[in-house]
């Protein structure tokens, strides 16, 4: 019996996925085999002997050690595309809420309720204090072509928009699926140029901290509406109110607000809406059930963070994996471990070549050796060990 922990009130129906004859799925759950997360911040958490996977219903890991976790055995997961729709309808109503002056107008409406029949007077004569340009035939750059991002371009495409799409990762199959219409910039200076509107769709990490900021923001366009979606730490908070200031932003929406940006003018401050939709939920939950039990079961990696994609079929016996330390070539080892206490390998993966800290080893076995989980623990470099029956 697997146990589940379940962190941030997690409740779906997709959690059914999660067998009750297999598993054992609660908030409570001690020294869990697996831990599925939304926000919850486990950088500070200690994890017990049996955890050996984390899967965030979400995008974003900045919640997780993902470093630490391939330290100690432990693959990440997350559940990219699941809650892309949500956010993708938020990115469009808050563009439309930068553009059009919706929540002042009806805030002013709100502040004139009392007035009875002056009400419908009152609003003739101040709806033209309220009004605001449309979006058809203005020009969208979305950086981070993604899941989200792509989705975010080819809606804006269908409403009418020019759509310039910019991301150095961009495969040729990605950019395939995306509308005609949607230029690709070879670089940002394009987007920075010609967009009314700038979608932030890139993840979050040291490398993209404050990657819109007084710099970048001074090669945009003058009255350029900017629209985070991704994450509150990819925008300066001190650049941002600068440029608001002076008039250089139109607006900004985000959807991560903080203590400066909440309450500041020309900020739309959004409380982390873009995947708060049944729909999103249960598709996180849906695909981080899966991965879970993928792993558990069968110990094939699907949608990892901290270590390479890996798929075996099952033979019908019992199966090897095996976290190990990247470029220690420990494959060729691992092997030589397997064969010498009497085993042959159906399998295998050697995820060597992956730009990743830690690689994984997967095999299937034609029997288990006695001694071989024990034998493999002692190779250095190796983090984690599992025989799956």
């Not at 959690?15 to 759950?29: H, M, P, Q």
């Not at 330290?71 to 309808?89: D, K, L, Y």
């Not at 991560?256 to 049944?278: M, R, Y």
């Not at 019992?318 to 470029?327: A, D, E, F, H, T």
Request: glycine share 10%; net charge negative.
């Amino acid at each position: 019996m697997y146990k589940v922990k379940l962190l941030n009130n997690i409740v779906s129906n997709e959690l059914n996925r999660l067998k009750a004859d297999k598993y054992e799925v609660s908030a409570g759950a001690e020294n869990p085999d697996a831990i599925m997360v939304r926000s919850a911040k486990l950088h500070d958490e200690v994890f017990g002997d049996a955890l050996k996977c984390i899967a965030r219903a979400g995008a974003g890991v900045n919640n997780i050690p993902l470093e630490r976790c391939a330290e100690e055995g432990i693959v990440v997961f997350s559940t990219p595309g699941a809650n892309a729709q949500g956010v993708v309808e938020l990115a469009i109503c808050a563009m439309l809420l930068s553009t059009r002056n919706i929540i002042d107008g009806v805030q002013w409406v709100k502040s004139v309720a009392d007035k009875g029949d002056e009400v419908a007077g009152l609003v003739e004569k101040q709806k033209a204090k309220y009004g605001g340009p449309e979006i058809l035939g203005k020009t969208l750059g979305v950086i981070g072509l993604g899941a989200i991002g792509a989705k975010i371009a080819c809606s804006a495409d269908a409403l009418g928009m020019k759509v310039i799409g910019y991301d150095p990762y961009l495969s040729k199959e990605a950019a395939a699926r995306l509308a005609p219409g949607v230029v690709i910039a070879a670089d940002l200076e394009a987007i920075y140029k010609q967009a009314d509107f700038i979608s932030l769709n890139l993840p979050y990490m040291e490398a993209t901290k404050h990657f819109i900021n007084k710099d970048t923001i001074s090669k945009m366009k003058q009255g350029v509406r900017i629209i985070n979606m991704a994450r509150a730490e990819l925008v300066c908070d001190d650049g941002i109110l600068e440029a608001l200031e002076s008039g250089h932003v139109a607006c900004y929406v985000t959807d991560f607000p903080n203590g400066k940006t909440a309450g500041a003018p020309g900020v739309i401050p959004i409380p982390h809406l873009g995947a708060s939709t049944p729909e999103s939920e249960d598709n996180c939950v849906a695909m981080a059930s899966d991965e879970i039990i993928e792993y558990l079961e069968n110990g094939n990696i699907v949608n990892s963070v901290n270590l390479p994609a890996a798929f075996l079929a099952r033979s019908g016996g019992p199966r090897l994996c095996v976290i190990y330390k990247n470029g220690t070539g420990l494959a060729e080892k691992l092997s030589g471990v397997v064969q010498k206490l009497g085993a042959s390998i159906a399998g295998s993966l050697n995820a060597d070549g992956v730009k990743l800290s830690h690689s994984y080893f997967i095999a299937d076995l034609d029997a288990e050796p006695e001694g071989l989980e024990a034998a493999v623990r002692e190779i250095d470099g190796v983090t984690g060990v599992r025989v799956i029956p």
